[in-house]
């Protein structure tokens, strides 16, 4: 199908999400790849993998010829994406969902994830115990705890920084669109406000901070 959603966040941020049930085929019909690209392609050997990365360069044209701008996504040793034009980028997909966010002027993290009980699985591991004890297993809510966190190590691209003890997250209803999240990092703490969208069967966050 199309583009499921863009939404203008700001006058400098956008945020896209394509529902993936095309063919390989539908995406390179209708892309031309960048010579640092095709190579990417190339690698990938998972059908469904090469969807997502697909569905995220079609977004990208998309949006670029909007903006009569030219460029494409690489990325650094640490796998953290960057846009060719210096704009500030985040992706994220499932088997299902691609996501892609961009900003001229703040730094983006963006997370999009199925919400199913295999979250529970890994509750223990990415929640404090405050947390656990405010969510117990709400399955919606850990879905997006994880997400936001996901967010807030793409946002700040910190690995060293703990699930557990550096970030909390503090969502009060399942229906809530907005809510803050609080990061520890590099022994500054800061408090995020993280949206929040629901896509049929999955969850979809971002934060944004001013560079």
Known sequence: MPLFTEYNIDPFTS???????????????RITLFVEESGKLERIKN?????????IRLMLSQYMAKQKHNGFIYYNSEGK???STGQHVSISHTTDFSALIISDNKKVGLDIEKISERILKVKDRMTSSVE???YGDNIIQLTSVWAAKECVVKLFDQRSISFENDINVMIDNDEDTCFNTKATVNKATKILTTNRLFLKDHVLVYVTDFV
């Open 47 to 55: 059908p469904d993998k090469k969807k997502q990365w697909l569905s």
């Open 81 to 83: 994406p960057f846009l």
């Open 15 to 29: 945020l896209f999400v394509w529902e993936i049930t095309e063919d390989e085929t539908f995406f390179l019909q």
């Open 132 to 134: 656990r004890d405010k």
